[in-house]
């Protein structure tokens, strides 16, 4: 079946800059007749934009969160979808947030984002409202504002597809994939007063060199270790593509988390490890110096899905 539909681009290469749009599709019939509009003709802005400078590797993927789902392409919620379940850890919680619709707009240079974000939502009119809007940047070698490599372990080759794009276990959505966004904000003070070691334990490898650190089998584990996913039938990948953002003047240093994953569950129990803990109790030390402030959760159709709507 994902070999009959085009997909959308889910594995766009790691860039420069990308603009993570968050939208509220509003209640009545005509919101829903431009939104339909819009995103069936989202192939040709993304050319009008990215034409422009091919170079650039522009690109930008739609996802549909599953209050709008049925409204807007008419089909059953893909079998997985529903919105962001909050999860309530001892100490830190994944919050809930609303959003209808979520654009990750991606090139290597910010006035291309810009503008199709501009035109996209000059398209778009009254039918939707600004929920969130985050502009990421690229920094040093694909560092977070922690100071680590972030995207090492991300799947690469056949296990890209494999790991990110829904198959015939949901042929009516297959060739799409699930979506997590968190915007996480740091409290860089508190984290630069641990050693490089103790951030190194934290995160689960080397800061200046990105080597991996074995895992810890009993008490405290490593963010990477909790974020292994593994069952009979091994390990579970999902494809991240997070990006800084912030602003020092106004104190507000941040990630932007973005997961694309083929199964939901398996987005969800990295959630669920990293904030009730594994054991419980013993939650990702991240979390102590990095806090959601919105979590939300979509459905990035197959490219030929949104043509068709
Ligand atoms: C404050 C937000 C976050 C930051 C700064 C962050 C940073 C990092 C860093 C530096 C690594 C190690 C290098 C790498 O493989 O990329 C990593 C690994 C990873 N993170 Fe995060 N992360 C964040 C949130 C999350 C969330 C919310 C999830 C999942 C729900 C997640 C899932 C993963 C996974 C799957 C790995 C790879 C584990 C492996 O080695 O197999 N991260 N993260």
């Not at 669920?272 to 979590?295: C, Q």
Request: with cysteine.
């Amino acid at each position: 079946m994902t070999d009959t539909v085009a997909t959308q681009p889910v594995d766009a290469p790691l860039t420069d800059a990308a603009i993570f749009l968050v939208l509220t599709v509003a209640d009545d019939d005509s919101a829903t007749g431009v939104v339909r509009d819009v995103l069936s003709g989202l192939d040709d802005l993304v050319k009008t934009v990215g034409f422009r400078d091919p170079r650039s590797r522009f690109s930008c993927t739609a996802a549909i969160g599953s209050r709008v789902w049925t409204r807007l392409t008419g089909k059953a919620q893909p079998a997985e979808l529903h919105p962001f379940r909050e999860i309530a850890g001892a100490t830190h919680t994944a919050v809930a947030t609303p959003g209808d619709l979520l654009f990750h707009i991606r090139a290597d240079r910010q006035d291309l984002c810009f503008e199709f974000e501009r035109l996209l939502l000059d398209a778009l009119g009254a039918a939707t409202s600004m929920t969130d809007e985050v502009f990421g940047f690229r920094y040093f070698d694909a560092r977070d504002l922690l100071g680590f490599v972030d995207g090492t372990a991300n799947p690469v080759g056949p296990d890209l597809p494999a790991a990110t794009l829904v198959g015939e276990e949901d042929p009516a959505v297959a060739g799409g994939s699930y979506v997590v966004v968190q915007k996480y904000l740091h409290s860089l003070e508190a984290w630069e007063k641990l050693s490089t070691e103790q951030q190194e334990a934290v995160i689960g490898r080397r800061k200046i060199d990105n080597l991996e650190l074995p895992d810890a089998t009993t008490g405290q584990k490593s963010h990477k270790t909790l974020n292994t996913i593994e069952d009979d039938a091994g390990e579970h990948d999902i494809l991240r593509d997070n990006m800084p953002f912030g602003s020092p003047g106004s104190g507000e240093f941040g990630t932007y988390f973005i997961g694309y994953t083929r199964h939901l569950w398996v987005l969800e129990r990295m959630l669920e490890r990293m904030f009730v803990g594994d054991p419980p109790g013993l939650h990702d030390r991240i979390l102590d110096f990095s806090t959601p402030h919105t979590g939300t959760t979509f459905f990035a159709p197959s490219a030929t899905l949104l043509a068709d709507l």
